[in-house]
Nanobody, 119 residues
Framework: QVQLVESGGGLVQPGGSLRLSCAAS????????MGWFRQAPGKERERVAGINWGGSAVDYADFVKGRFTTSRDNAKNTMYLQMNSLNPDDTAVYFCAAKSGAYRNYDYWGQGTQVTVSS
């Protein structure tokens, strides 16, 4: 059974940082393209970042470029999202997802972790 479990969310002040983790099990992690998404209350889910199988290629949504960095450790079956310079617009539930091909739909999703940016 495939499981993706996000952790690291919480409450942070504007300008602060958080590091999210996504721990994968039940799949050959290094064979999967991974992504981060988020969904704020009343808004559609939006893609935040993606990272290829080996971590050599990453891409980001414009609204996080220069602030967020994603990485992965295939030996630990874990992906990370370092979030800096957070602002209230970053408040959302953050999800990780996995897909077996770069141009496929995502096959597996985590349950999400809440990130709240507020003073």
């Amino acid at each position: 059974q495939v499981q993706l479990v996000e952790s690291g969310g919480g409450l942070v002040q504007p300008g602060g940082s958080l590091r999210l983790s996504c721990a994968a099990s039940g799949l050959t992690f290094s064979n999967y393209f991974m992504g981060w998404f988020r969904q704020a209350p009343g808004k559609e889910r939006e893609r935040v970042a993606g990272i290829n199988w080996g971590g050599s290629a990453v891409d980001y949504a414009d609204f996080v470029k220069g602030r967020f960095t994603t990485s992965r450790d295939n030996a630990k079956n874990t992906m990370y999202l370092q979030m800096n310079s957070l602002n209230p617009d970053d408040t959302a539930v953050y999800f990780c997802a996995a897909k077996s091909g770069a141009y496929r739909n995502y096959d597996y999703w985590g349950q999400g972790t809440q990130v709240t940016v507020s003073s």
